[in-house]
């Protein structure tokens, strides 16, 4: 095993198709950390939701802002207050369904929609209701959900709210804004370097465009077969698709 850290996106990736991480990873992942190998979840998802589904020390959560190691929060990297108030405005405006995240808590109007009340039940295990979102502090990631398909309507309206940030499209329905330096990429450079890795020695698995610097940033890159193009695109390889538990073929052949 020529890896010392490995990223695994969740969603689309280490998930199957209902959601859930296959049961054939856990002895996988148990070879693994007996070859003093991290294997680190990169999500979108909050910092306690990986805690609750995925044991383990070493987190990339939302989207790379927030990086946790070792028993504790390692790096935040939080976006501007004009950037926030602007897309707030925006989002509220246009009636969007928006969560204000911190490292530890996301926010969200009252009365969201049973959609929306779904996705973050998925996503956010630790969450909080408020009326003003302008006075949540301590903001590393703005995320806004549509039924629709985001690419196609609400990323562009936040790119142009938001033109100095990283805006992302983050799945199907979701886009995650973020400080400019913020990323997956750089998280797991970060990540590397606080551990003493080359990133020759870093490896990635991804789906989706949040994830496009996560594989630019690994030594080696694997897109899933259900990938987006642009994705595909940028990989060293292609692993079989999450519904079939492609990462876990492919760690697999890595360990024999």
Known sequence: M????IALDMDGTLLDAAGQIPDSFWPVLDELRARDVAVAPASGRQLATLQAIFPGD???????????????????????DATVHAV?????AADMDLVVCTPTVAYHRPGISAETEA????????????????A??????????????????????????????????????WVDIMHADAGKGRALT???EAMGVDKRQTAAFGDYLNDLELLEAAGTAWAMDNAHPDIKAIADHIAPPNTEAGVVTVLRTLLD
């Open 2 to 5: 020529e890896f010392r850290i």
């Open 58 to 80: 070493t987190f990339i959560a939302e989207n790379g802002t927030c990086v946790f190691h070792d028993g504790e929060i390692v790096s935040t990297t939080l976006l501007d």
């Open 88 to 92: 707030i405005d925006v989002a509220l």
């Open 119 to 134: 996705e973050l039940q998925k996503y956010y295990h630790s969450r909080h209701a408020t009326e003003d979102l302008h």
């Open 136 to 173: 949540v502090t301590d903001v590393i990631k703005l995320a806004v959900f549509t039924t629709d398909i985001a690419e196609d309507t609400i990323y562009p309206v936040l790119l142009d709210a938001a033109p100095e940030a990283n805006v992302v499209v983050s799945g199907a329905h």
């Open 190 to 192: 970060a990540l590397a």
